[in-house]
């Protein structure tokens, strides 16, 4: 008979607690994704994702809790699990005074790599994320869509094996968004995994292979998307397991009355 080998997550986290004050918005929390997957976390607003990704990687420290990339514990072993993922947070200030290309260069920097190779990838994800134009750009000047951009493209290029976005669709117009999906769909293709957040159910459903839906800081339900739609629509299992807040067929009747006739 022949052993079972048992592959170690890409990501693994286990019992997660999270305390702002006193206030737990985090509850214990776990949730395992396979290697090679590409894996929506999807919730709303408030629903604590953002909280649980910082967490994973190191960007916040958990009341309670461990997380693991690729069996490496993030906050016992901090600099050699974070040399084997890239992270592109939502909201998090980058380096506002420096250009795109001078943002790659630092990042790249920090990771040791060497000059030449920066160059080279920064000059290739530059061009394929149509930021070449923009390279020299302080990214204090950059619009939103752009912020996200360059945020991937300093995730990605010291190549890692995991690879972790909180909105990275967020603001970003329809032809980069098709851009980005080649290059998550290329690097999953080519062994890493993708972590993503959002709140666009369709976007999760077309794109991603497995799914987490996390609500009021705890994971409601995780597994393959066809799993778990069961060939229906993400958007409405979503809805049954969150619950969907109803309006009243007489509220708001007020909306679109001219004046005096409310």
């Known amino acids: 008979m022949t052993d079972t080998v048992v592959e170690t997550p890409a990501l693994e986290l286990v019992g997660l607690v999270k305390e702002f004050r006193g206030r737990r918005v985090v509850h214990e929390l776990s949730l395992s994704v396979p290697r090679g ?3 929506g976390v999807v919730g709303p607003n408030g629903a604590g994702k953002t909280t649980t990704l910082s967490m994973a990687t190191g960007l916040l420290r958990p009341t309670a809790g461990v997380a693991r990339v690729l069996g490496v514990d993030v906050w016992e072993s901090p600099s050699r699990a974070k040399s ?5 947070p939502d909201g998090m200030r980058l380096f506002e005074q420096l250009s795109g290309r001078e943002l790659l260069r630092y990042v790249g920097s920090l990771r040791r790599m060497p000059a030449a190779v920066v160059d080279e990838r920064s000059t290739e994800l530059l061009d394929v994320l149509d930021l070449a134009g923009d390279a020299q750009t302080v990214v204090a000047d950059y ?7 360059i945020s991937l493209a300093a995730a990605l290029i010291h190549a890692p094996r995991l690879l972790v976005l909180d909105e990275p669709f967020e603001a970003v117009d329809p032809v980069s968004s098709e ?3 080649t290059i998550l769909r290329r690097y999953v293709a080519s062994g890493g995994t993708v972590v993503m957040s959002s709140h666009v159910m369709e976007l999760v459903q077309g794109l991603c292979d497995h799914v987490a839906v996390v609500a009021g800081g705890r994971v409601l339900a995780a597994d393959a998307v066809t799993e778990l739609t069961a060939g229906g629509s993400l958007h409405q299992r979503f809805l049954q397991l969150v619950g969907a807040a109803e309006v009243a067929h007489d509220g708001l009747g007020w909306l679109g009355a001219p004046d005096g006739d409310a």
Do not use: F, N, P
Request: a positive charge; hydrophobic letters at 50%.
């Open 179 to 181: 851009v980005v999906r």
């Open 143 to 149: 619009s939103a869509g752009m912020v996200k951009k």
């Open 37 to 39: 997957s590409l894996y």
């Open 84 to 88: 084997l993922m890239g992270v592109s």
